[in-house]
């Protein structure tokens, strides 16, 4: 039972396991929903789906299945009869029931089971197919004392066709985007643990050794608590062309400060130089020489820049080949300096990695940083994290 | 025993065939949604209308699995110890119960609420896996399986900060909380002034959907400031015609302060409202 959907969600991509369609299957059989195939969407949304951006892929994956149905070993195995039959004894009046003799349950549920096959898009108003507003006898909201009710009464309630035909989770589908909580995860594989910082923890064997040697005497040692103990120097790109990626260096930022104690950032425009600043609306005001941040932090911190690293060759190449002013080393001398301070290091960036080879200076910093650049996607996060970590 | 919404809490109809589900089938049941649509009010709101006690457990950042079990006090006992009390032979006085302890070793059906638990480290969910799923755990220091009495309704609510694993996820039922549209949003404005001017009412709604509507807006208002928006303008007694003056000189709501809780968003919103007023003749 409901293997074929099962099967079809599978084939859609949605992760879903065995035991959650065993869940379903235990949920229909405690009769947890009547008979509208508007309950069992939600109630199979509910049981199979276990995130919100899923939600538009199950709801295209649920109207294809219950659109094509004719393809498929019948429809009775989806919403049995005798569901039907409830619902509608459950829906319908006295008098209802009386005039709905002249045309017999069978009939109706056969017709029902027809139309659904045929109906290939949701349908409002109008005669015969089933949808809202209508006067057939088949959907919710309409005139027909015959009708059955596809769908409960509740004012929040749509009927079943429409429901996943409006996918109101469109925008949330995550299989493009580079969410701050995917980054998170790839960040994750930066950790290392380590104990620092204020003794808080029992440490119940130093304790027990420390009481013994006491005398019995209680002598309590405490230890501190594990933490995060990775640091990283973060260089943005900033301005120029890196515009179009201001979102995703943003989110890359957030994930990176919720995830790293330890954790300094600096802005660059196109190519680090001499100077860098870490407040942008005060770049010119607030200017800090490299060489400070250089000396400041030690060589256990990894590096990594965000930046599309497209400019003119010569802003890396030669002296005086900044747009902003006039630098006296050449971009590619300062960042030999700090891939030497730091020797863990990566570069991320924003632009797709097949157009890489067409811009002389993404090829230029690529080598300068030995291969080590990566794009910035899910993928390529953890590619860096992974050459980070060694 | 169904759940159906309260008179205090509208819960939509897949929101209540979530919750039933959960009941009947005895899995846990992740909520997600905006913050601000009422995912921690849900697990009060179930536990009153099917008359059953709430244990409560809010994660923090440093928060660990074992914390909701039990705690084992190892200072109290070596000190009772020194201090030569006789409470120091039995080991259970030491033994402090977590939130999942109390709601196993309760007598009735309870409810568990899991607040946040986005907020605990990635492992913490890995480390429950055992105890949601068979409903029990063990007890190392008193060698003892504590089971529960009645498997209790965990409802586990989740601000996506944190993805969690997926074999946790596999033993949930998930909804996701979408936010109101406005017929519902009527009924849960209702729902909380009774009294409410019709006018008054409509007027609101129309100026917070279009206030949701703006575009770039790093925080959208949600159902919680809406509620605590409708309350500044009844204390105030803002006339609805205040809020009708859309097109007029000051197209920014008045106590604006409640809905938009980002200087960001503040900024972007009066720097549209100002654009909209200078292409007025």
């Known amino acids: ?51 919100e951006a899923l939600y538009d892929r199950f709801d295209r994956a649920f109207g294809e299945y219950f659109r094509g149905i004719e393809a498929l070993p019948g429809f009775a195995p989806e919403v049995p009869e005798e569901w039907l039959e409830l619902a509608a004894r459950k829906h319908l009046s006295e008098a209802d029931r009386l005039k709905l003799q002249k045309l017999s349950y069978e009939k109706i549920f056969e017709q029902l089971k027809e139309r659904l096959a045929e109906q290939k898009e949701r349908h409002s108003g109008g005669s015969k197919w089933i949808g809202t507003a209508g006067t057939s006898p088949y959907g919710h909201g309409g005139y027909n004392p015959e ?18 035909d409006q996918r109101e989770f469109r925008n949330l589908d995550d299989s493009v985007d580079l969410g701050i909580r995917n980054i998170k995860v790839a960040l994750r594989r930066l950790r290392r643990f380590a104990r620092k910082g204020a003794a808080t923890e029992l440490d119940l064997d130093g304790t027990i ?26 260089f943005l790109d900033i301005g120029g062309s890196m515009d179009d990626h201001i979102q995703a260096c943003e989110e890359l930022f957030s994930a990176a400060r919720a995830e790293f104690k330890h954790l300094e950032h600096f802005y660059f425009h196109n190519c680090v130089y001499e100077g860098v600043w870490k407040d942008n609306r005060r770049r010119h005001g607030e200017k800090l020489s490299t060489w400070d941040v250089i000396h400041t932090y030690g060589p256990d911190y990894k590096l990594v820049f965000v930046g599309d690293a497209s400019m003119s060759p010569y802003e890396i190449a030669r002296p ?22 730091w020797p863990h290091a990566a570069w991320l960036n924003p632009l797709a990695e097949a157009h890489w080879g067409y811009t002389p200076s993404i090829q230029m910093i690529e080598q300068l940083l030995g291969k080590r650049m990566f794009p910035l996607t899910i993928d390529g996060l953890e590619r860096a994290m992974r050459s980070l970590s060694k | 025993m169904k759940f159906q919404g309260t008179d205090t809490y509208v819960a939509t109809r897949d929101l209540t065939l979530a919750v039933n589900a959960a009941v009947a089938l005895q899995r846990p049941l992740l909520i997600k949604g905006e913050p601000g649509t009422g995912k921690t009010l849900l697990a009060e709101e179930v536990a009153r209308a099917l008359g ?21 006090d190892a200072v109290s006992r070596l000190r009772d110890s020194q201090l030569g009390d006789p409470r120091v032979e039995d080991i259970s006085h030491y033994i402090v119960h977590g939130v999942l302890w109390q709601a196993f070793e309760c007598d009735e059906p309870s409810v568990v609420l899991i607040d946040e638990i986005d907020k605990a480290d990635i492992e913490f969910p890995n480390d429950l896996l055992r105890e949601l799923d068979r409903m029990e755990f063990h007890c190392y220091e008193l060698h003892r399986t504590i089971k529960a009495k009645h498997r209790p309704l965990i409802i ?5 900060e944190k993805e969690l694993p997926d074999a946790f996820l596999r033993r949930c039922f998930f909804h996701y909380i979408k936010f109101p549209d406005k017929e ?14 019709h006018e008054l009412l409509k007027e609101a709604l129309e100026v917070f959907f279009d206030l949701r509507e703006v575009p770039g807006l790093k925080k959208k208002p949600s159902t919680s400031e809406l509620i605590d928006w409708l309350k ?40 549209i409202a100002f654009m909209a007023r200078r292409k007025q003749p």
């Open chain 1, 320 to 341: 005086g080949g900044s747009v902003e002013h006039w630098n006296e080393e050449a971009g590619a001398v300062w960042l030999e300096r700090l891939l030497a301070t």
């Open chain 2, 184 to 197: 519902t949003m009527q009924r849960i404005v209702a729902v909380h002034f009774p009294v409410l001017k």
């Open chain 2, 232 to 271: 500044l303008l009844l204390a105030e007694d803002i006339p609805p015609e205040a809020l009708r003056a859309k097109e007029a000189k000051d197209a920014i709501p008045p106590l604006h302060g409640a809905l938009l809780k980002n200087e960001q968003d503040v900024h972007l919103f009066e720097r």
């Open chain 2, 156 to 160: 586990i609510t989740s601000n996506n």
């Open chain 1, 147 to 164: 009708g059955v009710r596809i769908g409960g009464e509740s004012v929040g309630n749509r009927t079943a066709i429409k429901v996943w």
């Open chain 1, 209 to 234: 050794a420390g009481t013994a040697r006491n005398g019995g005497w209680l002598d309590l040692h405490l230890r501190p608590e594990r933490h995060n103990a990775v640091k990283v120097l973060l």
């Open chain 2, 52 to 72: 059953m006690p709430l244990f409560q457990w809010h994660i923090k950042s440093t928060t660990k699995a074992q914390q909701g079990l039990y705690e084992y």
């Open chain 1, 1 to 51: 039972m409901l293997v074929d959907f099962f099967l079809h969600l599978k084939a859609r991509q949605l992760p879903v396991s065995t035991n959650e369609l065993l869940a379903l299957l235990e949920a229909l059989e405690a009769r947890l929903v009547s008979a509208s195939l508007d309950d069992f969407y939600l109630l199979s949304r509910t049981i199979l789906v276990k995130d």
